[in-house]
């Protein structure tokens, strides 16, 4: 009895690079996005974006200076236009006395801490409103890669700072992408400046990757339509809440 000849197994595709991940995110996003969703690894584009935000802040305090940033800030603000200069200075320097921290603390703990809570709470749309079956590692992954454009943003910055007089550079807003860039905030209502602010292009090119990536951990669950919803709603919410608070207290 001869025996029988097992069928050959046919050769599994194999996934895509880390390179190619990091490059595809800007260039085939949907055929990216489904290598994330089905191997949902983070690390690679994590470290770029906090590396990269990191470096930045770094640059700017070098050559633009928190003093200069906080001087302007209470320039610009309606409470600190009633303090007496003696009152003004004391808060100037005490402030310049712990403002760095939580900037550099905001990077390195703040970038992962609010990811994955952006990551919970898509989670929480997408899986328990639109019944897709998607996991926390998909959805942070996803973030995790459509924040890479932040990178780009970071180095054109960068460029602008060093271009710029450094009196003449906006760390709130230093890229002419927003509405925003082009209202003085010392003018214009605190409310209308902060929601023109907030509709930047690289955050809405960010957004629009966050719903692919979506649609791709979804998979036939969701739809494109959904996944976009599911993205935008919240953070229309949260720039609307963010401008009623700055109108309040700004």
Known sequence: MTPELLPEEEPQPKGLGE??????VFFEPGKTFEDVAARPGFWAPLILVIVTSLCFMVLFAQHVGWERMMRHAFETNSRAAQMSPEQKEQA?????????????AGILLGVPLITMIWAAILMGIVKGMMSAQVRLKQVFAVLCYSSLPGVIMAALAIAVMFMKPPEDFNLQNPLVFNPGAFMDPTTTSKFIYSLASALDLFTLWKLVLVGIGLKAAGGRDLSMGGAMTAVFLPWLVWILGAASLAGIFG
């Open 19 to 24: 390179g190619s991940r990091l490059t595809g």
């Open 92 to 104: 100037l320097q005490l402030q310049l006395k712990v403002v760095p921290i939580p900037a550099y």
